[in-house]
């Protein structure tokens, strides 16, 4: 099923607030990709590489980070307007 057209998309359903299939949808258009790691990691490079693989594969819409001085993974994210 395509669903790219939702990607970053909200989707509003008379079901609401009970689940349903528009749930589903929401679900499979929207990939959230938690990044978390050691404080000791420095291979922003190959954090990039993995993350630039994964969204070929499948288009990230969101990263989840934890706390740093300077986030890679945002760093990531906003040059590739996610």
Same mark, same amino acid.
């Given at each position: 099923m395509d669903v790219s057209g939702l990607i970053g998309k909200s989707v509003v359903c008379f079901c609401y !607030?009970? !689940?349903? +299939?528009?749930?589903?949808?929401? #679900?499979?258009?929207?990939? +959230?990709?938690?990044?978390?790691?050691? $404080?000791?990691? +420095?291979?922003?490079r190959l954090l990039h590489d993995v993350l630039d693989a994964v969204h070929g594969r499948r288009k990230i819409t969101c990263i989840? @980070?934890?706390? /740093? /001085? @300077? !986030? !890679? #993974? +945002? @760093?990531? #994210? @906003?040059? $590739?307007g996610v």
């Open positions: !607030p009970n !689940p349903c +299939r528009g749930d589903l949808l929401i #679900a499979k258009a929207n990939f +959230r990709v938690v990044v978390f790691g050691g $404080r000791n990691f +420095r291979d922003i989840i @980070e934890g706390k /740093r /001085r @300077e !986030p !890679p #993974a +945002r @760093e990531w #994210a @906003e040059d $590739r």
